[in-house]
């Protein structure tokens, strides 16, 4: 029998599958990555038209492309977009010409720096059309004529979204944000559309306390198009978290809210803290992912950013290095787990209220003593119920607890389940 898959394999698989398409702000690569995410969680799909005005913006048509290639004067593709999604410049219009190399020159992007590399580039909002390609493969050029064809189509049609709900006790809402319209980059975004996949089916498989609401959307238009069309609800965002960047080798880095202290920040944190991983935590910049279109000021919610090495922090970063063998199962596996760790604190944060609060209650005749017989962390056991009763004053969180306590929040979410089990406090 052939060894079971782990998750950090299934998600590289993930990563692997999507990589070929080619993504961007509209279109059809957008729809194609959702129908597959949809096979791993059920999506409900939003198409937005062209011209629908969200916030500031305006949603702008959509692009879509079918092949592209520069070819020499013998016919061979010296630049073939088949080969990689990333060799077209994004939203390029349509072109079917025949023109010099110098000519040529003018519309093509390499890195000089990173010879051997393809670039990503893309011009949204102002027409333009171009190649980007190794500076090896530009060098290698003679001088001549060279067809150049683009077969793009920028027409009136839809930005495309999607959501899946994980459904919780209440209404109250986490949100996983995490941005789908960049081509070929496994890292930036591939890994984190494929860590919130799995956190989501990881989610379903419990009975959460929030109501987890994962957004699969273009970057900074597609967030902005959500944020527009769920004004009316957004009160109920209590809690979120962008995922980007979640399979390289680097260390987490957090990046907080724009308040700063939100609960999101403070279970961070404490989980990367606890748990000894290397980590870094950063203050918010309003440059980034999405979350500075969740936290701009209107909105403000508490929405932080978890990855491994940020954005621009590795010299493969928008470049055709981002491939699948740049990311690790390992590497998204573990940030998996502390999506989930970081949840589940965030799930049983509470505050109770002592209900004996008159002196040290009698713990011995409730039981709760004896619970601990024989327990190789009875002391800290007990600690927890002292500190849990000393604090339940309904000002202090069970993170609150922790902290101050220096004891594992799992410890102290123990001793308040016994305690609130005994009668001696409540929610």
Request: charged share 20%.
């Amino acid at each position: 029998m052939a060894p079971m898959s782990t998750p950090g394999e299934e998600m590289h698989a993930l990563v692997e599958r999507l990589y070929p398409l080619c993504r961007s702000i509209t279109g059809d690569g957008v729809r194609a990555t959702l129908d597959i995410v949809d096979e791993y969680v059920p999506l409900q799909v939003h198409e937005v038209p062209t011209g629908t005005q969200v916030l500031d913006w305006t949603v702008p048509q959509e692009w879509n492309i079918r092949d592209a290639y520069i070819a020499d004067g013998a016919g061979n593709r010296v630049v073939d977009f088949a080969a990689s999604s990333l060799h077209v410049l994004g939203y390029s219009v349509p072109v079917s010409a025949t023109m010099p190399l110098s000519e040529l020159r003018e519309h093509l992007y390499t890195l000089p720096d990173q010879p051997a590399l393809i670039p990503y580039r893309t011009s949204y909002y102002e027409p333009k059309w171009g190649f980007c390609l190794s500076q090896e493969t530009l060098d290698g050029l003679p001088d001549g004529d060279y067809e150049v064809r683009i077969d793009s189509t920028l027409a009136d049609g839809h930005l495309t979204y999607a959501e899946h709900v994980v459904p919780g006790q209440v209404s109250d809402e986490v949100i996983v944000s995490c941005h789908v319209c960049h081509p070929s980059l496994a890292n930036d975004n591939l890994a984190g559309v494929a860590v919130a996949t799995y956190l989501a089916r990881a989610l379903a498989e419990t009975t959460p306390y929030y109501t987890y609401r994962f957004i699969f959307a273009p970057g900074t238009v597609g967030a902005i198009t959500w944020l527009a069309r769920n004004a009316e609800r957004i009160e109920r965002v209590k809690h979120g978290l962008v995922l980007a960047c979640a399979g390289d080798s680097g260390q987490l880095n957090y990046k907080r809210s724009r308040r700063g202290d939100a609960e999101i920040d403070r279970v961070l944190r404490h989980v990367l803290t606890a748990s000894e991983r290397p980590h870094l935590i950063h203050e918010f910049t309003p440059y980034g992912y999405d979350e500075r279109q969740y936290c701009s000021p209107g909105f403000n919610l508490g929405v932080g950013s978890l990855s491994r090495t940020p954005y621009a922090g590795y010299p493969e970063y928008h470049t055709s290095g981002d491939n699948p063998d740049f990311v690790s199962p390992e590497a998204m596996e573990d940030t998996l787990a502390v999506c989930r760790e970081a949840f589940a604190v965030l799930d049983r944060n509470r505050s109770y209220v002592n209900l004996s609060p008159y002196g040290e209650p009698q713990l011995g005749r409730r039981g709760l003593y004896d619970s601990l017989g024989g327990r190789s962390d009875a002391k800290q056991a007990q600690m927890a119920m002292l500190w849990v009763l000393s604090l339940s004053d309904g000002e202090h969180s069970l993170l609150d607890i922790a902290e101050r306590s220096q004891l594992p929040f799992s410890a102290v979410v123990v001793a308040a389940d016994a305690l609130h089990g005994a009668g001696l406090i409540k929610a």
